[in-house]
């Protein structure tokens, strides 16, 4: 029997779970946007509370990975791997991306709609733009980017055109900008319904999953962050000067 605590920063709510072998037991999602360091690690306490489980009975930690903001990123991944130390616990990393299309999936398999031939991931990235992977039949075909939605959407409609194909979005991304998707997708494109899940329960499930094999020590998550930070592309910026 493995249980596992996870825990999701990359997105403006954030949420975290509980689950037991492949099994959501409980998932809490927040309340306050963009207040992550404010709730941790007191929303995991009381999640664990709530569910009457210590946190000494966890097998393994997960965590979500990104993309995201680089906050959110920094304080989820801090906040687990420090947990995990201290229980001497393994600590998975799992890509929101990968969590979106998994709720994707079970989505499509409920749904009496045919399947989808797409499924784009979109995580609100602000300044206009989206961090967004492409995929087909759970295979990635367009890697993670950021970038703005009207240009997506002018290469999507194009794929969809010549393959007579409809996809099918999903996130909060794709929430932030549903107008715009049906606007120049048409009756090719279909939104997530609900658009934008909690992830922290999918990802507790894959990380059970993806415990079984190899090490996942907590010092080796790495961030998935997709754009560059601003103190990067201050240091370029001050470079052509």
């Known amino acids: 029997m493995v249980l596992v605590l996870a825990l999701d ?22 309340d306050a946007p ?11 306490m009381s999640l664990l509370d709530r569910a009457s489980t210590r946190l000494a ?15 959110g ?11 995990a130390f201290a229980e001497e616990k393994p600590l998975v990393g799992v890509s929101g991306f990968d969590a979106l299309l998994r709720i994707a999936d079970d989505l499509a398999r409920r749904s009496p ?18 961090f967004a992977a492409l995929y087909e039949n759970g295979r990635e075909v367009d890697a993670p980017v950021v970038n703005r939605p009207q240009t997506l959407l002018e290469s999507l409609r194009e794929a969809n055109r010549e393959g007579s194909r409809s996809t099918l979005f999903i996130g909060d991304g794709a929430r932030a900008h549903a107008g715009m998707i049906r606007e120049m997708l ?14 922290a329960g999918v990802i507790a499930i894959i990380a059970g999953e993806l415990s079984i094999s190899g090490e996942h020590a907590p010092h080796s998550i790495r961030p998935l962050y997709v754009r560059r930070t601003d103190a ?10």
């Open 9 to 30: 920063t990359t997105t403006s709510t954030g949420s975290c779970a509980l689950a037991r072998d492949g099994r959501i037991v409980s998932e809490q999602v927040n």
């Open 34 to 44: 963009n207040a992550h360091a404010e709730h941790l690690p007191g929303d995991l």
């Open 57 to 71: 009975d966890i097998d393994v930690f997960a965590v979500a990975t990104g993309p995201g903001s680089f906050t």
């Open 73 to 83: 990123l920094r304080i989820g991944i801090a906040t687990m791997q420090g947990l």
């Open 113 to 130: 709609q045919p399947k989808a031939g797409h499924v784009a991931t979109w995580v609100d990235a602000w300044r206009g733009e989206v």
């Open 186 to 199: 048409g009756e090719t494109a279909r939104i997530a319904e609900p658009p934008a899940p909690p992830l």
């Open 232 to 241: 990067e592309l201050a240091r370029d910026a001050r470079a052509l000067r």
